[in-house]
């Protein structure tokens, strides 16, 4: 007798940005991994995950899933807000083609959030509550066993509707104590990483060292193990992860932890991936969620970082310098308030650090949020300023009447926006609004990097004021180049993919950066002492010609400004663009440094040359605004390469 087919099983995943890279399917391969780990699944199914970028239209998706070949049993969802109404249509899709299909939706978004789930997309079966490996593999049991869609009540974590129609959420699942319990899906090739060209598929690696967070803030539901004890996997476990991704060169491991650098095996995960990076030159970065608290544990590993010249973007997750919103977002109390100090450090180290501020919390007003924006960016430029959205589980979005809080829902996306609140008027909001599309364009991600610090130091003008009057000069001119950022503006508001097309169109197109010279020249030089306009003009000058190496017009290679066409270098296994001898009429990273730690900063002028390199590949990072990663492409003078071996020419000199 002939064994019946395996029953198939299709993990589905969607990253929120359109990029020409994916973005690891982490979630899926957890669960696939876990699985696949039981004898009975691993004989009886195939699972498979289907993993696509914040661009694929719902009718491409269906395509793919549902075009050809067996359809499944079992579909799960990595359900995010962004991906909530897209998944919802599908599972109407699939239950057309197999209603006796099971439809299984996970995440944070609708965790605990069932019934208005089922009652947005009755095709959905079953909400997972919480962490989801093994919650999973006890539904595909179930499933094996031949149960019913209304008869898992004996199943931790979930919610369905039983055979009556009646709502069932069944007892809360335990916490996982020993992760190490969840196979690597590395390690078990639940997650290919290898293309077809057998290259790295991903923007970076996402991997979690830890899983839970102490802390409780009233806008936060980090994977749903807020207020928690911290729960870590094995050092031995980690070690095997980071050298496969070391022999696979993945440049930037991306960790998904809450608070990493506050505990002594976050020191030995980071001594761990130094010793593999020298001795198979990969990873070279390393980006993460850093402990709200810092502790001598946190600056421990920062000086270890510095010494062994391991990259990373230290995070100051401020979110409000306002007493009253932080005592109202439960941050009151946390020693991240004590910041200035740490950014004094920071910069005396020499590390790249940036900050993150949010717009709308209860307690905030337009005039505390712009004093704090400027107090911020007297220690860190590179500010990444966001507006609050209500995410499911917080205490936000429960007690909306408490904090007097208006939303309305995302046009492509089901997040809610805040409109006003009792310190906030939708003037107020509309405002800010327009101010954060040009802090995130040209601060955060970032256009300017060392214009900021020198016009408020020689010119007398905060950064707020100097962003300001880019609100206010591209509101006011008719250049018809000036409508693409005009028009992205308009789609700010409530349209997450708003800012990709935006930076796309700044960092690759020539006609963008003649656009910030008009700025400059008419809305900002004037303003600035005299004796000091030559000075700001080279440092003006400085940022667009370091910013990356990328053309959104392939038919367009302006000569000034750098893009793909260029010679290229290797540098310690990675393949770098040169523009050779490049004059300048001041050093401005010399002089740059100088102004901020108040010391003289004439050796820093005067003529000289240099060539600079730009670190190639930005194409797949550009339209994900990803402020983290893009700024590894920024152009950097010869002597910043001294921490680079072996430089070998590929292209003509």
């Excluded at 962004?82 to 057309?96: H, M, S, V």
């Excluded at 409780?216 to 992860?241: D, H, I, M, T």
């Excluded at 391991?310 to 932080?326: E, I, W």
Aim: hydrophobic residues 40%.
């Amino acid at each position: 007798m002939e064994n019946s087919p395996k029953k198939k099983v299709l993990l589905i995943q969607q990253g929120v940005w359109a990029m020409s890279l994916e973005s690891m399917p982490l979630a899926s391969g957890y669960l696939k991994a876990t699985a696949l780990a039981d004898s009975r699944i691993r004989e009886e199914m195939d699972i498979e995950i289907r993993n696509f970028d914040g661009g694929a239209t719902l009718v491409g998706m269906a395509q793919e899933l549902f075009g050809g070949g067996q359809i499944p049993d079992v579909i799960a969802f990595s359900v995010l807000g962004w991906n909530f109404r897209t998944f919802g249509c599908l599972a109407e899709t699939f239950k057309q083609l197999n209603p006796h299909g099971w439809v299984v939706f996970g995440g944070t978004h609708v965790a605990n959030q069932a019934a208005r789930t089922f009652r947005l997309f009755p095709d959905v079966d079953v909400v997972v509550n919480g962490e989801g490996e093994l919650t999973f593999r006890d539904l595909l049991h179930a499933h094996l066993d031949g149960a019913g869609r209304d008869e898992l009540g004996h199943i931790d974590g979930i919610s369905f509707t039983d055979g009556a129609g009646t709502l069932v959420t069944t007892p809360e699942r335990p916490r996982i104590e020993n992760l190490d319990i969840i196979p690597s899906p590395f390690l078990t090739g639940a997650i290919s990483l290898k293309d077809e060209d057998g290259n790295f598929p991903y923007d970076v690696a996402l991997l979690e060292t830890n899983r839970g967070c102490p802390y409780k803030c009233a806008f936060c539901y980090w994977g749903g193990a807020v207020g928690q004890r911290v729960r870590a996997f094995s050092r031995q476990r980690l070690r095997q992860e980071l050298e496969m991704f070391a022999r696979h060169k993945v440049h930037t491991i991306v960790l998904c932890d809450a608070n990493f650098g506050m505990l002594p095996i976050d020191r030995e995960f980071v001594e761990d991936m130094i010793e593999v990076r020298n001795t198979y030159g990969f990873p070279k970065a390393l980006e993460t969620s850093w402990a709200k608290n810092k502790s001598k544990m946190f600056y421990d590993i920062v000086r270890i970082m510095k010494e062994a010249g391991l990259h990373s973007s230290f995070t100051l997750a401020l979110q409000t310098l306002n007493k009253d919103a932080l005592t109202l977002m439960n941050r009151r109390n946390m020693k991240v308030n004590s910041w200035e100090e740490l950014a004094e450090w920071l910069n005396k180290e020499g590390m790249e650090c940036y900050a993150e501020l949010i717009w709308g919390a209860p307690g905030e007003t337009v005039e505390s949020f712009m004093e704090g924006y400027d107090r911020l960016a007297k220690y860190v430029t590179r500010v990444a300023t966001y507006p609050m959205l209500l995410l499911p589980n917080t205490d936000y979005s429960e007690n909306k009447e408490k904090y007097g809080l208006v939303t309305v829902r995302g046009d492509k996306d089901d997040f809610e926006y805040l409109l006003s609140h009792k310190t906030m008027t939708p003037q107020d909001n509309e405002l800010i609004h327009r101010f954060l599309f040009w802090s995130r364009l040209t601060a955060e991600n970032p256009v300017f990097r060392n214009l900021w610090p020198a016009l408020r130091l020689l010119g007398g003008i905060t950064q707020s004021q100097a962003i300001r009057s880019m609100v206010d000069w591209f509101a006011a001119t008719d250049d018809p180049d000036a409508q693409v950022l005009q028009h992205q503006l308009k789609r700010y508001f409530t349209d997450v993919d708003a800012m990709g097309p935006a930076t796309e169109f700044v960092y690759g197109r020539a006609a963008a950066k003649q656009l910030f010279r008009k700025w400059w020249h008419s809305a900002v030089r004037p303003r600035v002492p005299e004796q000091h306009r030559a000075v700001l003009d080279e440092v003006f000058r400085y940022d667009l010609l370091t910013l990356p190496a990328y053309t959104s017009d392939s038919d367009e290679q302006d000569e000034e400004f750098a893009h793909p066409g260029l010679p290229t270098v290797d540098v310690a296994g990675e393949r770098f663009h040169v523009r050779k001898d490049v004059s300048f009429h001041c050093d401005v990273p010399a002089l740059v440094q100088s102004l901020k730690r108040s010391e003289p900063y004439e050796h820093a002028l005067g003529d000289f040359t240099s060539s600079l390199y730009y670190k190639a590949g930005v194409d797949g990072f550009v339209g994900s605004t990803n402020h983290e990663e893009i700024i590894y492409f920024m152009g950097r003078l010869e002597r910043e390469m001294d921490g680079f071996p072996g430089i070998t020419a590929r292209g003509a000199a």
